[in-house]
């Protein structure tokens, strides 16, 4: 099955500064790899998604890459403030048929942002 | 509209005691997923229903795990003879369609602690 790895584990940033999270998986079939944010307590929630035909994606300060042949792809949060600090996990869907839309998680990475 | 909901939030029972955990996805969506997150790591899928029938129930740890959805909309996951390892916070997650790639809108969760 699919194995999803996420890096780094815990990610200390300077408010301003850029963020970056990296994930690989194993499954080249996947096709779908959403980013969620999930706050202390709270539910996770979709931030972004890319699909396996678009190499990147952008919505205002966070932006997704994505490279099909290394299998890997990276969350990037530009002039980051606090409210970014929260764990964010990457996802990634297998195409087999009968999965339908599992999502496999990766570990989750801690994000702090200091003012 | 109202989003995924979960009941009960907090869950306390004995070991060897047997629970109920509730899910109410979206009006409309078809498919339901659960997945358990313990403390520090990413969610793990338990299993995933196509209307009222379980269309992957490979995520399921043991055979003391079983969940339902009569009627395609409501979801109870049920956990006979609870052990202490079994303390995890449980996410139920629902989506439009079965096929085809679609947002998983996340629950608050059940965090279930057995004692």
């Known amino acids: 099955g699919e194995n999803v790895e996420q890096h780094p584990s815990t990610l200390s940033v300077q408010e301003g500064d850029s963020a970056v999270i990296k994930c690989t998986y194993s499954?080249?079939?996947?096709?779908?790899f959403p980013w969620y944010k999930q706050e202390l307590g709270k539910r996770p929630q979709l931030i972004i998604d890319?699909?396996?035909?678009?190499g990147e994606k952008k919505d205002q300060r966070i932006a997704v890459t994505l490279n099909k042949t290394a299998k890997h792809f990276s969350l990037h949060i530009t002039e980051t403030q606090p409210e970014d600090s929260a764990v964010y996990f990457c996802?990634?869907?297998?195409?087999?048929?009968?999965?339908?839309?599992?999502?496999?998680f990766g570990g989750g990475t801690r994000v702090l942002v200091k003012p | 509209g109202a989003g995924v909901s979960q009941t009960p939030s907090n869950k306390v029972t004995e070991k060897g005691k047997y629970v109920e955990l509730r899910c109410d996805p979206i009006?409309?969506?078809?498919?339901l997923y659960w997945y358990r997150q313990s403390l520090g790591q990413g969610p793990e899928f338990l299993i995933y229903?196509?209307?009222?029938?379980?269309?992957?129930d490979s995520g399921l740890p043991n055979d003391r795990f079983f969940a339902v959805r009569p009627e395609g909309s409501v979801s109870t996951l049920k956990i006979q003879r609870t052990e202490r390892g079994d303390s995890a916070v449980y996410l139920c997650?629902?989506?439009?369609?079965?096929?085809?790639?679609?947002?998983?809108?996340f629950g608050p969760g059940t965090r279930l602690t057995v004692t």
């Open positions: 890319i699909r396996s035909n678009v």
């Open positions: 996802a990634a869907r297998s195409m087999i048929k009968a999965a339908g839309n599992k999502l496999t």
């Open positions: 499954d080249s079939a996947s096709n779908y």
């Open positions: 997650a629902s989506s439009p369609l079965a096929g085809g790639v679609h947002e998983q809108y």
């Open positions: 009006s409309g969506h078809t498919a």
């Open positions: 229903f196509q209307g009222t029938g379980a269309a992957d």
